[in-house]
């Protein structure tokens, strides 16, 4: 099965509506997602969420109802939201997700399809829909993908990736050539990485090492509540390697803190997605492995914390 762009527009056109309120994931996936969507649509961004907390400016709360999530996968179904994770026990698919756009959902991927999952970033595929050929700019290049930390999941799930290269059908995918190189791992580890490690962009290690250096991808979670100025310096790194719009930082007025917590997905099997979502209040959810689910419930906003 391909995947047609023009298909995915139809069904999700909010994600071409130029001027869209936006709430981004507190990492650099969702900064560098922020930077792609003002450039090119023009998009506000007006908040953050870490699956722990939600960072609200004054429109964001304004406007709630409205507000898209990118990167990230939310269940209330006023919200729309554009994000990666495995999200489907079956095809019974909790209604806040009908209206939100995930490659995984489209191609009908349960916890059961871990290894055919979608390998990419939001962003590689936010440049897939909008038919944005990835730069040959080097330097450019190494920014794009470190998103997710795709160029590490090119090495490590090849079979993978082609067969998604093929299924998100025309479009130019020869930036996938030569990533699996001492060649291109070097330029992470002499340029990306020390560059990221310089601003305060680098802050924890994962899982997965390099092919041929052994080199440990680097992950960038940010706070955003003393975490401005890095942001603001990836903004100002997207703008002078990618020729991007640079973002405004939303004025932040209120935090709402939730609580993330992880259950055995053969329990929620047992009880229903349906029921567990209702007995719990689920907000969000993502199945993070074949046997676990990570999930985040608010208690009421007059619990939150208002800035002044």
Known sequence: MKLKRNNIVKKYKWLTDKNQ?????????????????????????????????????????????KIIWVDLNILPETGKSIGGHIVSINKDLPKGFLSSCNPNVVMNLTYKDFKNKFPFSTLIFLMWLHNIKITNNAIGKLF?????????????????I???????????????????????????????????????????????????????????????????DIILKLFSIFGQNLGWTLPTLPIITKRVDGLRRKIELSKVIDMGIHKFISKYKVFSYAITSPKIISYTVFKKYESSRSYK
């Not at 930077?35 to 090119?40: A, E, V």
């Not at 930036?175 to 305060?200: A, C, R, V």
Request: net charge neutral.
């Open 144 to 160: 794009i993908l470190h998103s997710d930390n795709s160029w590490m999941k090119i090495q490590k799930y090849s079979n993978n």
């Open 162 to 228: 082609r067969d998604w290269a093929n299924i998100l059908s025309e479009y130019d995918w020869s930036f996938l050539k030569n990533i699996d190189s001492i060649g291109f791992e070097k330029k992470i580890d002499q340029y990306l990485y020390p560059k990221l490690i310089t601003i305060g962009a680098a802050s924890n290690f994962s899982k997965l090492k390099s092919n041929h250096l052994n080199i440990r991808s680097r992950e960038s979670n940010i706070n955003p509540d003393w975490d401005s």
């Open 21 to 65: 309120q936006f709430i981004i994931s507190c990492n650099y996936d969702g900064i560098i997602c922020a930077s792609f969507l003002k450039h090119y649509l023009n998009w506000e961004l007006v908040g953050y969420y870490d699956y722990n907390s939600i960072w609200l400016s004054n429109a964001a709360v304004e406007n709630r109802n």
